[in-house]
């Protein structure tokens, strides 16, 4: 039996999914034929706290005007419009420039208190949880 | 539309794997196994050398560890971590970037001594210029009827 130890995240990788992150560990500086695609929808992270979620954008390059946000009817838009970067690329896998990201977060946050920053290339948006207390009617009984 | 016959003796290629995966709802989305480990690098060719972008959100200048080593660029980083994070409280976890490492091949035209690095809004950017003979060259000369 083959004992295995510290399985790294790379480890539990799908065999494609693992060739492709080593060939990523050693490229040259002009291979924009090895990359079938371009990251251009930024990763999401969602921390729940207890008064508050917080969502954790990875979109960075950007200037925080370039974002905007809404709450509509429970859902929550993040979209970012900036200039695309003009340039020779020889190598291209990210361009966060332009993109939306929906979320449903439904009446248990309080859209009044939602509040964002960019800091270090994450937007995060947090967004404070209602009182459960406000979400009951009380109906009293006469 | 296509309708490709089902092979499960074909490898699903990486490009389905990540459509699967931003069509999953919000809700079934806690215990997927892809969390974005390795930052985006795009390079940028100008007339005097590289510019290389590494998309590298949330980290501080003095998590980075870059270095050349012959003609191999060898960029790092790892995150201190301040406070204990448990990971039971991400609902949704698709970038970790605390913790990397990326190699570059370098042409022999980049002047290696000359390589500078900058961290601006969550880019490590780096400037690989080219040898200033070998820029000269390129630009050929021109010669002056006397």
């Not at chain 2, 389905?16 to 969390?35: A, E, K, Q, T, Y």
């Not at chain 2, 000359?114 to 040898?131: D, F, H």
């Amino acid at each position: 039996m083959r004992f295995k130890h510290a399985t790294s995240p790379r480890d539990t990788m799908n065999p494609p999914l693992r060739k492709f992150v080593n060939d990523l560990a050693n490229a040259s500086l002009s291979d924009i034929a090895d990359r079938e695609f371009v990251y251009t929808r930024p990763s999401v992270n969602i921390v729940e706290g207890e008064t508050a979620f917080e969502i954790q954008v990875a979109a960075p390059g950007l200037q925080k005007d370039a974002f905007a946000i809404q709450l509509q009817e429970g859902v929550l838009t993040i979209t970012a419009d900036a200039p695309r970067p003009e340039g020779k690329f020889t190598r291209r896998e990210f361009d966060y420039t332009q993109f939306k990201r929906s979320f449903k977060v439904g009446d248990q946050i309080d859209g009044d208190k939602v509040t964002a920053l960019y800091e270090q290339g994450i937007l995060i948006v947090r967004l404070p949880k209602r009182d459960p207390e406000e979400l009951r009617t009380r109906i009293s009984v006469k | 539309m296509n309708l490709i016959k089902f092979d499960p003796m074909m490898p699903r290629t990486f490009s389905n794997m990540f459509d699967n995966f931003f069509n999953r709802s919000i809700s079934d989305f806690v215990g997927s196994d892809f969390v974005m480990n390795m930052p985006s690098v795009n390079v940028v060719e100008t007339d005097n050398g590289y510019g290389l972008e590494v998309a590298a959100p949330g980290l501080a200048k003095e998590d980075f560890d870059i270095s050349v080593e012959k003609d191999r660029l060898t960029i790092s980083a790892r995150k201190e971590a301040k406070e204990e994070v448990n990971e039971d409280k991400f609902t949704r976890r698709e970038f970790n970037y605390a913790s990397f490492q990326r190699s570059f091949y370098l042409p022999e035209t980049i002047d290696k001594d000359a390589i500078e690095a900058r961290y601006e809004n969550g880019v490590l950017r780096l400037s690989l210029p080219k040898k200033a003979e070998i820029v000269k060259e390129e630009k050929g000369r021109t010669i002056e009827i006397g």
